[in-house]
């Protein structure tokens, strides 16, 4: 640790692990840690111990979380900074924001996982300096972000992309969903457990010539093009654990290309969807550096 | 006119008619015209006839145009200020922003009518000072437009979000779908001319009891939603020919009621759909006055 430089804090905490780290940015990584999420005092315990050294040299500007979900991100509501109704054991209510700050007492700025990475992949990754730009993650949850004039776009409320409604063709798909709120919407029928509770086994022991990533690319094509004609984004990265089939890439653009149909007429879109939908640059590093992107936007 | 005031130019330019008017607001209105959209030549002329005076008195500080579409809105494109290739005779590729900044030479914000429409709830209507906030009209076309910052959004592209893909139950609604470019899209299944095609009759003479009306509520439920999970506008003004039909509104909102399923925890998603999914304040003057607001704008 050099004396005299100063630095930004980020954090990926996620429902499995946690991911801290800090520096400036992708190639200046001053020291990096992962461990699982285990109970609420646990893990924010070692998340503090891992940034302490660095509040005591006075070197650490601020820190950015990207915290897994729901998160109430609202500054005007009670429960600001909270996870709130998540399912996971222990964690429903664990005011996060507050239990960092009070610990840790430098400026934190607390944002959604996916609106992290989203960040992430704006500053250093695959949307760099492309604004509108999208992240979506389709893994254990499918969940979006947009990144509109350099931060997270906010609405009403948070934003839940996994959750629109998508054409099924029940003919050829017969599964009746898995989200307990709405059965077949989008992450109903395309995330990891919906596959998992359709066939009996994980997403990744599905072979690749298996007929269902058919159907899975055909959910994620009608979704993108809902979200390209709502908000254009520049680009979409797209990424999660389901995104590591990298197969499906090339499935998803041709789908998305016949149900464009091109009827928006621009060259991103009617020919170079290649460049257009995209995995992320950042690799599993996205959600980290988001944070870190995150607290340098704090200090601009 | 009184001499020493300055005053601001709106202009709605459908493909049916053309509204123009002067003024500073909805309760601050000079003068106002409406005519039938005839050729570009002829229309653009009664256009101008009717700003002239007030140019040459220099008491016109801007003109604010939404347009029917499609439009090109990107500066950077070499047919910014056309509407491009729309199907209506004689108006394909006219360089409307041009043709009126030459004439007129006074500063013109141009923007999508649906966008314009958007500004003027915003600004003076049912949407006032809701941030981000969203109009959608239900016509001829189904358009929407979100502001975000005061601003009608912009991505890549223009917003088509008529376009998106929802669930079709094709037992109860075995209609193919009218849109050339999508089939049954949100536009090809639930327009004005979508219901025309059905029935082979207008919408405006549907019955109330017909049971269709069941089905259109449902269509465009599953478009508010996914709009609402995407990018949650604080509220949505639903406009257009369609929605005179005002029992709709209270169908539409117990659908989406029932497809959020209290998923998104804010008081106006859960238990006041009453006062968030509503009709036009401003009635037909959302887009004229919403002319006047970018123009408006554009002097900040």
């Known amino acids: 640790m050099m004396s005299g430089q100063y630095f930004y804090g980020g954090i990926e905490g996620g429902g499995t692990k946690f991911i801290c780290a800090v520096g400036n940015g992708p190639g200046e990584i001053q020291q990096e840690i992962r461990f699982p999420t285990t109970t609420p005092t646990e893990t924010l315990e070692r998340v503090c111990d891992f940034f302490t050294p660095y509040v005591k040299a006075g070197q650490l500007k601020g820190i950015g979380l990207g915290s897994f979900g729901p998160v109430d991100v609202d500054p005007a509501s009670p429960n600001f900074g909270y996870i709130t109704t ?33 960040m992430g992949e704006y500053t250093w990754g695959a949307n760099k300096g492309l604004d509108p730009s999208m992240y979506l ?3 254990t949850g499918i ?37 307990p709120y709405h059965g077949n919407c989008f992450e109903g029928l395309a995330s990891g457990p919906a596959i998992l509770a359709r066939f009996g086994k994980p997403a990744e022991t599905l072979a690749e010539d298996d007929l269902y990533w058919e159907q899975e690319a055909g959910y994620i094509a009608y979704a993108l093009v809902d979200y390209i004609f709502t908000l254009p984004p520049r680009r979409i990265v797209l990424g999660g654990g389901v995104m590591r089939k990298d197969f499906l890439y090339e499935k998803i653009r041709n789908r998305v290309s016949r149900l464009l149909n091109n009827y928006l007429n621009h060259p991103m879109l009617t020919s170079s969807l290649e460049d257009y939908i995209v995995p992320p640059a950042l690799g599993y590093r996205s959600g980290v550096l988001g944070g870190i992107a995150l607290a340098m936007d704090m200090d601009k």
């Open 86 to 118: 998540t399912p996971k054991p222990n964690w429903s209510f664990t005011n996060i924001y507050g239990k960092l700050k009070q610990d840790l007492k430098v400026p934190i700025r607390m944002d959604m996982d996916v609106a992290a990475s989203a």
């Open 137 to 139: 993650t389709v893994g």
């Open 143 to 179: 969940g979006g972000s947009y990144i509109l004039d350099g931060k997270p776009l906010r609405g009403l409320v948070s934003l839940e992309m996994g959750h629109v409604r998508i054409p099924q063709d029940e003919k050829l798909d017969p599964f009746k969903g898995a989200c």
